[in-house]
């Protein structure tokens, strides 16, 4: 139980880091007059390339190399994102309340959030750590 709430608590570091490289990258190319469309990509793109290496070697310590862990990253990452707009859309069809825009973003990303850590963990990088020599692809 210590491994795991110490990975919680590094992936909440990167998750926090990444949004922040993203903000970051999408203000920089907006001021370097980037259409910000563009500039959203583009930082979108750089946080997730951020956040695979962050989460793989920071969070989980794994250094084993694996041709198929991108793909399953960008699985999870996809239907995460799924799982974020359609929540995020579900408490915006209820009627209108008070903080109602500010609970949508939270319980959408407090759901993606949890299911990208699961997802990271037990799919992704398969809940191994670096010093499981079993674990060599």
């Not at 880091?17 to 990509?41: A, E, H, M, N, P």
């Amino acid at each position: 139980m210590k491994t795991l709430k110490k990975e919680a608590v590094r992936f909440l570091i990167v998750g926090f880091t990444t949004v922040f490289i993203d903000y970051l990258v999408y203000r920089v190319l907006i001021g370097w007059g980037f259409d910000t469309s563009l500039s959203k990509g583009v930082s979108f793109f750089v946080g997730t390339v951020f956040s695979y290496f962050a989460n793989k070697f920071f969070t989980f310590q794994v250094v084993r190399l694996s041709r198929s862990e991108p793909l399953r990253f960008g699985l999870v990452y996809f239907s995460t994102f799924v799982v974020n707009v359609a929540v995020h859309w579900r408490v915006m069809e209820v009627p209108p309340f008070l903080l109602q825009l500010e609970l949508a973003w939270f319980v959408a990303t407090a759901c993606s959030t949890i299911l990208n850590f699961v997802g990271m963990k037990f799919f992704v990088f398969q809940g191994r750590p670096a010093t499981d020599s079993s674990s060599q692809q």
